[in-house]
């Protein structure tokens, strides 16, 4: 790895450290314990990451890795939330990233960036957005998921149409 992408990651390894991210990420642990659908663990947010790159190498997108991976640190963080206090997950995501992206470096570009990519990663329609950092964000979310692997699957409430009943990317 270059030392400049090296460098560029410590601010992805700094969210993941963080202790606002921690606390949350740890409660969301706690609280997904016994569910039996998609679970919101380390692997998804990096699954969502890894893809959102690989998305942003085929098309030649010029979005930095590390504001990749920031997104997908962090466009679920906020799920504790909606689970205790009701609150949609993509408005308390955004807002509790935009004290930790402060905190950890980012400039206010990209942290308008992030905030507007996890505020459109549960609409369909941010597929057609021309903001590649939103569209690579609300399709690597929904094709990390492992349907055709899940025992849960016959139960779960996602039409056959959202469910990813093959491997694909």
Known sequence: MKNTEARSMDRVHRIQAHPL???LWKKLQD???DRIFCRHTMEH??????LMYIYSLENGAEIR???IYAAAL????GRYEQI???TPHDIASARIAEGIMKDCGF???EIQAIQNAILGHRKKESLTSEDSLTAYLYRADKKSRNC????AEPACDWSVEKKNLWIEY
């Open 21 to 23: 991210f921690q606390e």
């Open 31 to 33: 609280a997904e314990k």
């Open 45 to 50: 947010f990096l699954d969502v990451g890894r």
């Open 65 to 67: 890795k590390d504001v």
């Open 74 to 77: 962090l466009h679920d963080i």
């Open 84 to 86: 205790a206090e009701g």
């Open 107 to 109: 400039t206010l570009e």
């Open 148 to 151: 055709f692997a899940c025992p």
